[in-house]
């Protein structure tokens, strides 16, 4: 508890917190531009296209928010040259578990802004009826479970690497790869098309009509294993993490 009070103190004048909140306001001044203007027929399948909306905007955002907030926080111990010093004053690894404690409370704040955000913005447009609490509440977890892998990903990099360049421009090249997957297909085994494979709608557009119909996924066994990859590459970047910063102390 220590180190992490410390580890804001540290972050207390670099306004960490102002600048996930304009990255973020990008994402929410997407969300509000589309679907603007909702028809009748909008209004009815509102609920259900936000949960097919919100992946598709986190899976070209996130991977820039999440190397962004990585780097904000591993960047002192380099300018310092800290990392062997440090290891006189705390045991090996609680730097690092410190850091991801404190990029964890980050991620579920813009969660939780995230989901305020599309549940306030279904009732101000008067979409009909109400969230299906289960299903969002499932894209909720999901959602912040793809972050996480994201920002643990961009934490090692920004841990490898001096320059903190390198992972920013790592984390650019998810988002546009993250575009790319969105034309392939609704899953991915990478951590950067995690959303796509979380996303809990599809929808089907008829030619003919020129109408969109949106449905709940029934999840294939090879989109469950997609599913199951994101935890994967959670515990695998973790533990490599944790590995890299306590070989850095020592």
Known sequence: MI?????????????????????????F???LWSGSHPDENERLDGWISMLYNLPLVSVIMMPTIMSVLASRLADVEHKGNTYK????LRRPGTLYHAKVLCGILFILAISIAQFIFIIALGYARGYAGHPEWNYYATAFVLNFACCLSLYLLQLLLSMVFFNQMIPLVAGLGGSMLGLILMYVKMYSFLPW?????AAQVSMDWNPATKVIHFYYREHSPVELCAIAAIFVWIVVFYAAGRILFTRKEV
């Open 3 to 27: 180190t992490l009070q410390t580890e804001f103190k540290k972050i207390k004048r670099k306004k960490i917190g102002l600048t996930m909140c304009a990255l973020i306001g990008i994402q």
């Open 193 to 197: 098309g995690g959303f796509l494979s």
């Open 85 to 88: 010093l440090l290891n006189t």
């Open 29 to 31: 001044a997407w969300l």
